[in-house]
């Protein structure tokens, strides 16, 4: 089974500034998507940025990047020029590459919450 | 845009009684997934359903079950609820097929059962 770990419960980040959030993941699949996932408070949790672990390439959605380390099994999110609206909690995710059943779930960790300060 | 809705932002029911949450999409997905979010836990997947009247458990299906009559709406059900059930309760929704993976969430449903 998947295992998604997330060892940052909190962090905190002044507007302007940059920050990383880490996330590692266990499998032993070869091919499967990777997901950040952000819900701020009390509102829908939308995707943030992802990735298939067959492109080398790291994924970017304008301020958003990650760092896809597929030997390592590790994939940070590097969020710049934070902003207020920045705040909240964020998911990272996989997901087997595979279309059968529950084989097509997420596996979340366990969350960041992102505080962004003046 | 797609829409997920649920039935209610906020429930509190007793111990014992039936309690149904609905989910409701709007962008005709095929997949539809019930998760529970827990503080230090995340979102754990409860069930799920690829198509009208199919299903399959997720990690935690016990005390729970699902029904999806119809494409768009996916119910979830606690049989008799209890205390150990009390949480935020997410849908999702997603397309079917390569590289259509994307999960769209719904507000979510706080429920508490005294």
Known sequence: AQTVTQSQPEMSVQEAETVTLSCTYDTSESDYYLFWYKQPPSRQMILVIRQEAYKQQNATENRFSVNFQKAAKSFSLKISDSQLGDAAMYFCAYRSAYYTGTASKLTFGTGTRLQVTL | ?114
């Open chain 2, 1 to 114: 845009d797609v829409k997920v809705t649920q039935s209610s932002r906020y429930l509190v029911k007793r111990t014992g009684e039936k309690v149904f949450l609905e989910c409701v999409q709007d962008m005709d997905h095929e997949n539809m997934f019930w998760y529970r979010q827990d503080p230090g836990l995340g979102l754990r997947l409860i069930y799920f359903s690829y198509d009208v009247k199919m299903k399959e458990k997720g990690d935690i299906p016990e005390g729970y079950s699902v029904s999806r009559e119809k494409k768009e709406r996916f119910s979830l059900i606690l049989e008799s609820a209890s205390t150990n059930q009390t949480s935020m309760y997410l849908c999702a929704s997603s397309l079917w097929g390569q590289g259509q993976d994307t999960q769209y969430f719904g507000p979510g449903t706080r429920l508490t059962v005294l």
